[in-house]
């Protein structure tokens, strides 16, 4: 059976149980809300007052709702990022020596571009697998975040308390201690097609299972004298419990990409190897179930790489702009690759995607990505790689994500 | 390794088309590139067999090994055809009791030897004749053609070509290089001893990129017009440039010759062909700079002129 018949099949079948297999959404609500969804969704509330006290019920509001919200957008920006596995270059014909070579000593990089296109009429499949864990926040665990609730200001002078006066009360806050997990499965379905020798056209369809669980455990910070009667967790009276737990997952289209290259200098010593890159990201996936960013983004950026013998140099710099918002990044990626053998190359990638006018919160995220490709059977490349960090107290981040890939010309 | 039944199509094709019982061909490709699959196309539309068996070697010579040890043991055809040099040198290590044709070989004795053997095939070299006539057209000035070589590569092409340059009347001053250091000091040679132009032949240790640029150069150094073989070559600076103008071509001229084996009345070895679909290329950029006035003769059949 050809491999390219093998490769199609397995491809589609993972492609369709990954969509249609898993749960499409476990829960009621959004993945993306399962924070701000705890107790209740509207703050917290403990249970009633007993006399004297004029009968309440107290309701904390989240100081920090802020910065969950920003949680969730960092964890949906995140979804949308990955990387565009580089597909293998086959043979050329040297019409003056009347033998194949490969058009580059090497297999590719891991998620850098390089400047050469695949060639006019060849068309190149792929596949990847990439497992997310999110592991931090602004450098502080997932696991072990703790959110501030603030009372409300109940006769609304704009002061809590103040100490000492009948409404020191409003100076009691509730801790709660957040355990978090983000987890994002990430199949990726690429085709790069050579339109004309230096001209490659392509798109990825991401299809992405995300989950996440909050568990919360609330405690009463007093700050004040009679605070023992006033605020408490006692779901029996009506007020919230300390403890509540959100589990949601989803599985669906993420974010399709578009893209194109133009490799406009070629082969014209001593300049590098030049393409020019333009990707459309189209807001395909669900926002609210961090599928996907929400956003249309657009990305152009100027690909340069030359081959030294087996080892191949590349740097790619990109503008990124997202027609929805505001918001723009620069990206760069610098690194190289290396063919230890002609079926066999390692590669190595620095990653940097930097927001001039972020929030500073995860406005410079480098990362470090290595690994291996290897030409396994005929034209079929396998590909592995970890992605570490290299900032890892910036915005939301894993301790590391591996991707395993295959692709092969059609 | 690929094992695909051609196209119905083509297999009916060439089974309504069979005079005699129709023969079992099995396919080896060197590699997966575009110039090798136009071939096998033009191999097929020609071919009045059935193709059962198609493989890609790709490049492996162990899993080319592989491959002509299942061809042999399990699809037992009536002829192998080997596209590409790499298949060739694949089939020509064992003996093999079934005839093979090639196709798109440069240099074919260098591969199969000067024995005869069970196989042929269509070369994709540049018939030599044709190239000493397009520098014989260049004008009657054009008496000694320069040429470098490495014997063990390109020794039999220089033999027939001196003595096809000695049919019309010119002579071939030829200087052998075993290495590009070598090829270098030969165009020196070449060029002080006195030449009218000079002929790059398809050897590897003349197509180096240091002597060809190093040929280049000397033509314009001493306005010696300079005959490359390949587009490219006469975009670099050649004069001109011939080459095969079509692959599919080469594989039909393939196809023509596994019909005369199959089909039989063809008693002895049969010679291997070159190409006779071919592709010049004319720089009148490097015409003006070398003061040479191409005849009209070489821009009507010239495919593309540089201007």
């Known amino acids: 059976m050809p491999v390219r018949f093998v490769f199609l099949s397995l491809s589609v079948a993972v492609a369709l149980l990954a969509a249609s297999g898993c749960p499409q959404d476990s829960a009621a609500g959004d993945v993306a809300d399962v924070v701000t969804d705890l107790y209740s969704g509207d703050g917290i509330t403990l249970a009633p007052t007993p006399p004297p006290f004029p009968s309440h019920a107290p309701h904390f509001t989240a100081s920090s709702l802020g910065g969950l919200n920003e949680l969730n957008q960092a964890v949906t920006a995140n979804a949308g990022l990955f990387p565009f596995s580089s597909v293998v270059a086959g043979f050329t014909f040297n019409v003056e020596l009347g033998v194949p070579v490969r058009t580059t000593e090497s297999l590719g990089p891991l998620i850098a571009e390089r400047a050469s296109t695949l060639g006019e009429g060849n068309l190149y499949l792929g596949v990847s697998y990439s497992r997310i864990d999110y592991q931090r926040f602004e450098g502080d665990s997932l696991n072990d975040l703790s959110l501030i609730f603030s009372h409300e200001d109940v006769n609304q002078d704009g002061v809590l308390g103040p100490a000492g006066t009948p409404l020191a009360f409003e100076l009691d806050q509730v801790r709660v201690d957040l355990d978090l997990e983000i987890e994002q499965d990430l199949l990726a379905l690429y085709a ?124 790619n710099l990109g503008y990124e702009i997202s027609t929805d918002s505001e918001q723009s990044n620069l990206l760069y990626i610098v690194g190289g690759d290396w063919a230890l053998s002609p079926r066999l190359t390692l590669a190595g990638d620095i990653f940097g995607r930097w927001e001039p006018s972020g929030d500073d919160i995860g406005d410079h995220l480098v990362d470090l990505a290595f690994g291996a490709k290897w030409n396994a059977y005929g034209d079929l490349v396998l590909s592995g790689n970890i992605l570490v960090p290299l900032n890892p107290d910036e915005g939301l981040r894993t301790d590391f994500i591996w991707t395993l890939g295959a692709e092969m010309p059609f | ?118 196989i042929t095939g269509a070369s994709m070299n540049v018939p030599v004749d044709k190239s000493i006539q397009i ?60 030449i009218d132009a000079l002929w790059i032949l398809p050897d590897e240790t003349v197509l180096d990129p240091t002597v060809l640029e190093y040929a280049l150069l000397s033509s314009y150094r001493y306005k010696v017009p300079l005959l490359g073989l390949s587009e490219r070559q006469a975009e670099m600076g050649a004069l001109l440039s011939v080459s095969f103008g079509s692959s599919q071509d080469i594989g039909r001229q393939a196809g023509e010759l596994a019909n005369a ?47």
Do not use: C
């Open chain 1, 192 to 315: 790069t097609y050579g339109v004309t020798e230096r001209w490659d056209v392509g798109a990825i369809v991401p299809i992405i299972h995300s989950s996440a669980r909050a568990e919360a455990h609330g405690t009463v910070v007093r700050n004040s004298p009679n605070s023992a009667e006033i605020h408490n967790f006692n779901p029996e009276l009506g007020g919230d419990p300390a403890d509540s737990t959100i589990d949601r997952d989803a599985t669906g289209l993420g974010d399709v990409i578009l893209r194109t290259k133009y490799n406009f200098l070629r082969d014209e010593r001593p300049w590098p190897d030049l393409a020019a890159v333009g990707l459309v990201k189209l807001p395909t996936g669900d926002e609210d179930d961090l599928l996907g960013t929400g956003e249309t983004d657009v990305l152009g950026m100027l690909v340069a790489s030359r081959a030294f013998g087996a080892v191949m140099p590349h740097l």
């Open chain 2, 1 to 118: 390794m690929r094992h695909i039944l051609l196209l119905p199509a083509l297999l009916v094709f060439g089974m309504t088309a069979s005079p005699v019982r129709a023969a079992d061909i099995a396919v080896i490709l060197s590699a997966e590139v575009d110039a090798y699959e136009k071939t096998l196309r033009g191999f097929a539309e020609t071919v009045d067999h059935r193709i059962v068996a198609e493989y890609d070697m790709a490049g492996d010579f162990d899993r080319g090994q592989r491959i002509l040890a299942e061809i042999r043991s399990e699809v037992k055809p009536d002829l192998i055809l080997a596209v590409g040099i790499w298949a060739l040198q694949v089939i020509v290590r064992e003996p093999l009791d079934v005839p093979v044709v090639f196709a798109m070989v440069l240099n074919p004795p260098t591969i199969i030897g000067s024995e005869p053997r069970n």
């Open chain 2, 135 to 194: 520098l014989e057209e260049l004008g009657p000035e054009v008496r000694r053609i320069g040429v470098i070589y490495n014997p063990t590569t390109t020794g039999y092409l220089v033999k027939t070509a001196g003595e096809a340059a000695q049919e019309r009347g010119l002579e071939l001053v030829a200087r052998e290089a075993a290495s590009p250091k070598q090829a270098v000091q030969a165009v020196n040679a070449l060029q002080t001893e006195g």
């Open chain 2, 261 to 307: 084996i199959l089909e039989g009345g063809v008693t002895g070895p049969i010679p291997y062909t070159t190409a006779r679909t071919l592709r010049v290329v004319v720089n009148l950029k490097a015409a003006e700079k070398l003061g040479v006035e191409i005849p009209e003769s070489i821009l009507a059949m010239a495919d593309t002129v540089i201007r």
